[in-house]
């Protein structure tokens, strides 16, 4: 690694990245245990695969692996470096986020996919089930994912080896165009399927009789929750990565260190994922709201926060066949 490339990867402002790194630190404390315990629900308690809820279970997986990566980068801003100065922990690390943020987007929506034929389109043939109902199908999902997230692995994207950075910055290889497209297409077009699945469901709810309120008030939430965690936590990044791609190849470098910070910023921002996904699951699914407040909340919260008679807890987490058929009056 050159001279140069390790200037382009160390901060310029070593108070911003101080203050994200304390980010990451709180983000770190709380989604640890809270995923940890949703996963626990999900194998132990509620049997995602009982109650098709396979989507649910997927986007757990995707927030824990990023959970775990928190403290490498946690590590490396607090050392005044985007990046990691060990070239294999740098490409692990850009792997690892890759593939965290691919498949979130991606079983958020198929979720929104679900929902969206559930709600608009009842009564048709739903594709979408077909993954809820075999597991093993979210599998293939994954390993698409990897192939997609290879790139990732060839030089260092962040800093040192993306577009308008390398030996000859005024060419461009098919790995960097490759990496940006990637980058891009799994933002944008998933977003625009996101609106309209979104936009269709609503009306579609409005124009149901008033006689479930409570139902239709759900439902809506669920598909606004999706909405709000993908706003706030993937598409700020993509307008942050146009701007900085576009001061970097007018080479103007004043501008670049504050657009570098803005980008970090929001990525650091990103990692809220997984800490909202959890009201997703809630939203999405009351069973499992039920079967994770039955599982570590106290007693007295129990009989005020659980659907069913407040003295029968015990139904609450032990019925959890139930589960689907709560879930499919909401869609």
Not at 63 to 68: N, S, T
Not at 205 to 231: D, Y
Request: proline share 4%; charged share 20%.
């Amino acid at each position: 690694m050159t001279s140069s490339q390790i200037d382009h990867c160390n901060v310029s402002n070593p108070d911003t990245y101080h203050v994200l790194s304390w980010m990451m630190v709180g983000q770190f404390t709380l989604g640890l245990p809270l995923n940890l315990s949703v996963l626990y629900v999900f194998l132990f308690r509620f049997k995602f695969w009982r109650n098709k809820s396979v989507f649910l279970f997927n986007i757990v997986v995707a927030d824990f692996l990023l959970v775990i990566c928190l403290p490498i980068k946690i590590h490396d801003f607090q050392h005044n470096l985007r990046r990691s100065e060990t070239d294999a922990v740098c490409k692990t690390m850009l792997f690892m986020l890759f593939l965290n943020r691919g498949a979130s987007i991606v079983f958020l929506i198929l979720l929104s996919l679900d929902r969206y034929f559930s709600v608009v389109h009842l009564g048709r043939r739903n594709c979408i089930k077909a993954f809820n109902k075999t597991p093993l199908k979210c599998v293939g999902i994954w390993i698409l994912l990897l192939v997609l997230t290879t790139p990732t692995m060839v030089g260092t994207f962040d800093c040192c080896n993306s577009l308008g950075r390398g030996p000859n910055e005024t060419e461009h290889t098919a790995t960097d165009v490759c990496r940006e497209f990637i980058f891009f297409t799994q933002i944008i077009i998933p977003f625009v399927i996101l609106v309209f699945c979104t936009s269709r469901i609503i009306r579609r709810l409005r124009q149901k009789t008033v006689g479930e309120k409570t139902r239709l008030r759900r439902a809506v939430f669920a598909v606004m929750s999706v909405v709000v965690v993908f706003s706030l936590c993937f598409l700020p990044c993509a307008v942050a990565r146009v701007a900085l791609l576009s001061v970097r190849l007018k080479k103007d470098e004043a501008t670049e260190e504050v657009v570098v910070q803005v980008y970090d910023s929001l990525m650091v921002l990103s990692y809220t994922d997984c800490l909202l996904d959890p009201l997703v699951y809630c939203f999405c699914n009351s069973g499992f709201k039920d079967a994770y407040i039955s599982s570590f909340f106290p007693k007295v919260l129990q009989k005020r926060l659980l659907r069913p008679d407040p003295n029968n807890t015990t139904t609450v987490t032990t019925a959890t066949p139930s589960i689907p058929k709560i879930t499919s009056t909401v869609t």
